[in-house]
């Protein structure tokens, strides 16, 4: 398939993107979803975050991990379209680029790059480091990758963007930048060898410069225009958003669907299926609450079984039960038309499984996520249900998953009042069960 940039946005058009994001605290297989979904799509784009994202794919028997570059690019007649809202480090994504290409992956031919996209230099990630240092035991969990910095400069007006990369004086302009930078750190006892990280960096700003950039807002709103099926994916996931997340335990950017509209240039009425991810329970890596965490034996058994660890980070990640009140909230802030639930297959062997369906907050039973989430002690109410023995792994219909599991999604599809497409049984691309046809 062949896809032309020329921009034909005006055209009246019933087309809608539909969006793909995380419900939880990120890790919650998007990246396997989008891969499997993208086969109904022409374009996959991503919408916000950064290297701190990992959406982990595995198929025929080899896992492949991207960051920054959208899951649908091992489809050779997709469009995969990095938005405005992504912010973008050149040495993480010429690793990316060139273990794609090491595949085969012609990533030159159906990537494409917003021009306002903005760039993560060096000295956001040194900036990083240090302010997470100087925090001490009040650390938020930052993966380190300059991401809050490079928000930061955003929003205060004084960040470099794709498109700069096209100007004749762009080392004059990361060079001012970079000075406003070092000032900065010169507040922090922390020692720096910015020479060291200069190369990698000037070696990935080539390697972007030799792919296609665009005005993606003129790109995608013509690509609807002309009847092509554009699949938004989230990183991260919704209780890492910056306004709506465990605060300040969040990430810089919008994770919600109204980051889909910002981070890619749509009209919120352009927007159609919401497809919610979550795990069959819950995780979180690095600092902040997570009223159902299971620091014992169970916990670790389900951070073993489900391989638990972060796949950007390497870090342990934290485990626990399904947490329903968090779930309808981001149900509510997204509104999800529809769930798909993974790594079902790790709760196998649990004689019971717990859900929280209410929290102990200040004295009171309640069933929403309260304002202050860090600081007040929060208790989970459980109901428990039966659990299964039997190996999902090698399930390969929906008719053929034990009684206890349906009874399972049957609980959490009327407690969240969705139903749940789509389960998944394993890692592998094939892991993957529809439970109807998914809905456009």
């Given at each position: 398939m062949c896809f032309s940039l020329k921009l034909t946005p005006f055209i009246f058009s019933t087309m809608k993107a539909d969006v793909l994001l995380g419900l939880q605290w990120g890790?919650?297989?998007?990246?396997?979803?989008?891969?499997?979904?993208?086969?109904?799509?022409?374009?996959?784009?991503?919408?916000?975050?950064?290297?701190?994202?990992?959406?982990?794919?595995?198929?025929?028997?080899?896992?492949?991990?991207?960051?920054?570059?959208?899951?649908?690019?091992?489809?050779?007649?997709?469009a995969n379209v990095i938005g405005n809202g992504v912010v973008i480090d050149p040495v993480v994504f010429k690793k990316e680029i060139d273990a794609l290409l090491n595949l085969g992956v012609d990533v030159k031919k159906n990537l494409f790059i917003s021009r306002k996209a903005h760039l993560i230099l060096p000295t956001h990630r040194l900036l990083d480091a240090a302010s997470e240092a100087s925090k001490g035991t009040a650390k938020i969990g930052s993966t380190l990758k300059g991401i809050g910095p490079t928000y930061m400069d955003k929003t205060g007006r004084n960040g470099l963007r794709i498109g700069d990369l096209e100007h004749a004086d762009f080392k004059s302009l990361y060079?001012?930048?970079?000075?406003?930078?070092?000032?900065?750190?010169?507040?922090?006892?922390y020692e720096y060898n910015l020479s060291e990280l200069e190369p990698a960096f000037f070696?990935?700003?080539?390697?972007?410069?030799?792919?296609?950039?665009?005005?993606?807002?003129y790109v995608l709103n013509s690509y609807l225009a002309n009847n092509k099926a554009i699949?938004?994916?989230?990183?991260?996931?919704?209780?890492?958003d910056i306004d709506f997340g465990s605060y300040p335990f969040v990430t810089s950017s919008h994770t919600v669907t109204a980051g889909t509209c910002i981070g890619l240039g749509l009209a919120p009425g352009k927007i159609g299926e919401v497809y919610g991810i979550f795990k069959a329970y819950c995780t979180r890596v690095g600092s902040g609450p997570f009223p159902t965490e299971l620091e014992d034996s169970t916990g670790e058994t389900l951070r073993k079984n489900g391989n638990e660890f972060g796949s950007t980070t390497g870090r342990p990640r934290r485990c626990g039960w399904l947490d329903l009140p968090a779930l309808k909230y981001a149900i509510m802030l997204n509104g999800v038309t529809q769930l798909i639930m993974m790594k079902?297959?790790?709760?196998?062997?649990?004689?019971?499984i717990k859900v929280c369906t209410h929290y102990m907050y200040k004295g009171k039973k309640i069933e929403h996520v309260p304002y202050?989430?860090?600081?007040?002690?929060?208790?989970?109410?459980?109901?428990?249900?039966?659990?299964?023995?039997?190996?999902?792994?090698?399930?390969?219909?929906?008719?053929?998953?034990?009684?206890a599991l349906m009874q399972y999604v049957d609980y959490i599809e009327q407690a969240t009042g969705l139903p749940i497409t789509i389960i998944s049984v394993g890692p592998d691309r094939k892991q993957t069960l529809m439970r109807k046809e998914v809905a456009f």
């Open positions: 890790d919650e297989g998007k990246g396997k979803v989008v891969d499997v979904l993208t086969p109904r799509y022409d374009v996959i784009a991503r919408f916000q975050g950064g290297p701190n994202a990992g959406h982990t794919l595995e198929f025929e028997g080899i896992k492949h991990v991207l960051h920054t570059i959208p899951s649908g690019i091992f489809h050779s007649t997709k060079a001012t930048l970079v000075a406003k930078h070092k000032e900065l750190l010169g507040h922090y006892n070696e990935g700003v080539e390697a972007i410069k030799q792919l296609t950039l665009i005005d993606s807002e699949l938004a994916e989230g990183a991260q996931g919704s209780l890492l079902s297959d790790v709760l196998s062997g649990f004689d019971t202050d989430v860090v600081n007040e002690k929060i208790d989970p109410i459980y109901d428990e249900l039966p659990g299964w023995k039997e190996d999902l792994m090698k399930v390969s219909d929906f008719d053929q998953l034990p009684a």
